[in-house]
Nanobody
Framework: QVQLVESGGGLVQAGGSLRLSCAAS????????MGWYRQAPGKQRERVAGIRSGDTTSYADSVKGRFTISRDNAKNTVYLQMNSLKPEDTAVYYCAVLQLGGPYWGQGTQVTVSS
């Protein structure tokens, strides 16, 4: 009953930028926590950033100062602006929503940062 679709991934050089989008549909509560996670090959999925009611945000230490999460409640969309990308940011990025019945995950979008 909840569907999340990520977009905006791609291949960029180190130092470049990308903006990821996650469009949510279905029974999404406007105040639900939404976040971005990533999983690199051979590694476990980790949380990158989160946003909740009141637009309170949180970030992994590795991306602080470089990534910004935001949301458009009218569109049920969450964004991740990624600047100053590094090769270690290479991963599949997933968005998620946390609410009763969840968490729910998108299918992921590949981000590759070349040296």
């Amino acid at each position: 009953q909840v569907q999340l679709v990520e977009s905006g991934g791609g291949l960029v050089q180190a130092g470049g930028s990308l903006r990821l989008s996650c469009a949510a549909s279905g029974s999404i509560f406007s105040g639900s926590f939404m976040g971005w996670y990533r999983q690199a090959p051979g590694k476990q999925r980790e949380r990158v950033a989160g946003i909740r009611s009141g637009d309170t945000t949180s970030y992994a230490d590795s991306v602080k100062g470089r990534f910004t999460i935001s949301r458009d409640n009218a569109k049920n969309t969450v964004y991740l602006q990624m600047n100053s990308l590094k090769p270690e940011d290479t991963a599949v990025y997933y968005c998620a929503v946390l609410q009763l019945g969840g968490p729910y995950w998108g299918q992921g979008t590949q981000v590759t940062v070349s040296s």
